[in-house]
């Protein structure tokens, strides 16, 4: 997974757990209301799912949802937030990432706040090329209240108890979110980048090259650069992008 992604943290409630033989998950096959899963039979058909709930916005509403285009899925995927935009653009450039669905799955848990059982809703599912199944939460960590934490925990421990991975996101740190806005606009395959790719492998195989060196050797065609800004987004190349990307910034074939 990107380094970008932070990792589970101590903010979980370790004292929080439930009885997760009684935990009901609920997913939603095909255009079917969302039902609830036996996991004695298997682990559902991750690729065939729908969301259990489509975002939208009322009056009362604390968020503001978007649409996403996704390269991984090649659909649009309606997301609650700005935030969940950023943590799909991250994913959308992870060659280990193979499917992606928001709104996953519906939880109930066998534990009560208030004398009323805790439910949740994740706000992201992914696949990766091994089969690995990640369930998100996408949450600025200033705004991780204890409700949202209770969630958390129990989701963490739901998960785990059906061999799910689980992870908490927070915020794409530096400069990082700015710049894969800019390099997202350049993740379309185009048909100069093959053998353009080829040339920038050569000129920048000694990890001596930089932003810089591309720029002189593009001599204003343009198509040297713009498949820099592309193999940049795929990863083939890399350099900081926690930083701001100027003329000097290095950059290196993976």
């Not at 903010?11 to 095909?30: E, H, N, Y």
Request: hydrophobic share 45%; glycine share 8%.
């Amino acid at each position: 997974m990107p380094d970008c992604i932070d990792a589970l943290g101590t903010r979980l409630s370790p004292d929080v757990r439930a009885d997760q033989d009684a935990t009901v998950w609920k997913f939603c096959t095909g255009d079917e209301a969302p039902a609830a899963w036996d996991w004695s039979t298997g682990a559902p058909p991750y690729f065939n799912l729908g969301p259990v709930r489509r975002p939208r916005s009322t009056a009362k509403s604390k968020h503001a949802p978007v649409q996403v285009v996704s390269y991984t899925t090649g659909s649009v995927l309606w997301l609650e937030s700005g935030l969940e935009a950023d943590l799909v653009r991250a994913l959308d450039r992870a060659n280990e990432v193979v499917w992606m669905l928001p709104q996953p799955i519906e939880l109930t848990f066998d534990y009560k706040v208030n004398k009323s059982r805790i439910s949740h809703i994740p706000d992201l599912l992914t696949v990766d090329a091994i089969g690995g199944v990640t369930v998100w939460d996408v949450k600025a960590p200033e705004a991780r209240r204890e409700r949202f934490m209770i969630q958390a925990s129990l989701t963490a421990e739901a998960c785990e108890h059906v061999g799910l991975g689980y992870r908490l996101f927070g915020a794409l740190p530096g400069l990082m979110r700015i710049n894969l806005l800019w390099l997202n606009n350049h993740r379309r395959m185009m048909p100069w980048y093959e053998p353009a790719a080829a040339e920038l492998r050569t000129l920048l195989g000694d990890g001596a090259g930089s932003v810089a060196t591309v720029l002189d050797a593009d001599q204003g065609s343009g198509h040297l650069v713009s498949t820099m800004w592309h193999l940049l987004w795929s990863g083939e190349l890399v350099c900081d992008l926690t930083s701001q990307i100027k003329a000097t910034t290095p950059v290196q074939v993976a």
